[in-house]
C-alpha cells in the first residue's frame, strides 16, 4: 500500500491500485491532484492473436 502526501508532509490517503482522485488537505488547504495509471490487463489464455499484415494472405 502506497502513502500519499500533501507538500506539508501531511498524510492524505493510503492506496492500493489506480487512482484518478482531488483531496484538499486539511492542514495547509491545498489541493492534490493523484493520478495513477492503470497496469496493463494480462492476455488472456488461449485468446487469439492478430497477426502482422505481412503474413495475411492476399484477398
Do not use: F, Y
Not at 508532509?9 to 493510503?14: A, C, E, I, P, S
Amino acid at each position: 500500500m502506497e502513502s500519499i502526501r500533501c507538500g506539508c508532509g501531511r498524510l492524505l490517503l493510503k492506496a492500493a491500485g489506480p487512482l484518478d482522485i482531488e483531496v484538499k488537505c486539511p492542514r495547509c488547504g491545498a489541493v492534490n491532484r493523484i493520478q495513477r495509471a492503470t497496469s496493463p490487463q494480462p492476455e488472456r489464455r488461449g485468446a487469439p492473436r492478430e497477426q502482422p499484415d505481412d503474413h495475411k494472405p492476399p484477398p
